[in-house]
T-cell receptor, first 107, second 115 residues
Framework: AQRVTQPEKLLSVFKGAPVELKCNYS??????LFWYVQYSRQRLQLLLR??SRESIKGFTADLNKGETSFHLKKPFAQEEDSAMYYC?????????FGQGTELSVKP | GAVVSQHPSRVICKSGTSVKIECRSL??????MFWYRQFPKKSLMLMAT?????????EQGVEKDKFLINHASLTLSTLTVTSAHPEDSSFYIC???????????FGPGTRLTVT
């Protein structure tokens, strides 16, 4: 079955520390993957898509087909990065979301 | 650009009544709209996919007679929760997609409370 797994429900780090939010997927074929972010009391918004290989707000994510992973990384976390992060996979034109990881960045 | 609105943002209704939630794409034509349900600090569960002018496609386990979806125009989709039950209390989120991209734009969500 095609699915997305985010193993960590909560990730808590101090400001300035590196962050890695894990995402693993199972998909037969070439996956199209996204990271979405939901700040407190705000709507879900797109953060990154793997095909564009961009860096947004200091975050990057590399698709590793060998490990079937698409981990989200940032070298120096900021307090304003605190939010829910969702990894998502396109399947049949629909987005399949992981369970989400709550990132808490402490001062 | 690419703004999606939902109305109402919050609604409280009594058990047994029906409630309608609207999802609008404000500045683009949404050929496809999606309805999700989200539990606190949990993932989004896709309920159904609606394409303008055709019947919605429901995900497994979602009752189509309970969650009526209408996508009558390229900018409006509605979700009607019929015979609401306290178990239907949740956060309902819509998203819209236009053109050939897979990118979806999300609405702010509607908090439904059934008493």
């Amino acid at each position: 079955a095609q699915r997305v797994t985010q193993p960590e429900k909560l990730l808590s780090v101090f400001k300035g520390a590196p962050v890695e939010l894990k995402c693993n997927y199972s998909y037969s074929g070439s996956p199209e993957l996204f990271w979405y972010v939901q700040y407190s009391r705000q709507r879900l918004q797109l953060l990154l898509r793997h095909i564009s290989r961009e860096s947004i707000k200091g975050f990057t994510a590399d698709l590793n087909k060998g490990e079937t992973s698409f981990h989200l990384k940032k070298p120096f976390a900021q307090e304003e990065d605190s939010a829910m992060y969702y990894c998502a996979l396109v399947r049949g034109g629909k987005l399949i979301f992981g369970q989400g990881t709550e990132l808490s960045v402490k001062p | 650009g690419a703004v999606v609105s939902q109305h109402p943002s919050r609604v409280i209704c009594k058990s047994g009544t029906s409630v309608k939630i609207e999802c609008r794409s404000l500045d683009f034509q949404a050929t496809t709209m999606f309805w999700y349900r989200q539990f606190p600090k949990k993932s989004l569960m896709l309920m159904a996919t609606s394409n303008e002018g055709s019947k919605a496609t429901y995900e497994q386990g979602v009752e189509k007679d309970k969650f009526l979806i209408n996508h009558a125009s390229l900018t409006l989709s509605t979700l009607t929760v019929t015979s609401a039950h306290p178990e239907d209390s949740s956060f309902y989120i819509c998203s819209a997609r236009g053109g050939s991209t897979y990118e979806q734009y999300f609405g702010p969500g509607t908090r439904l409370t059934v008493t």
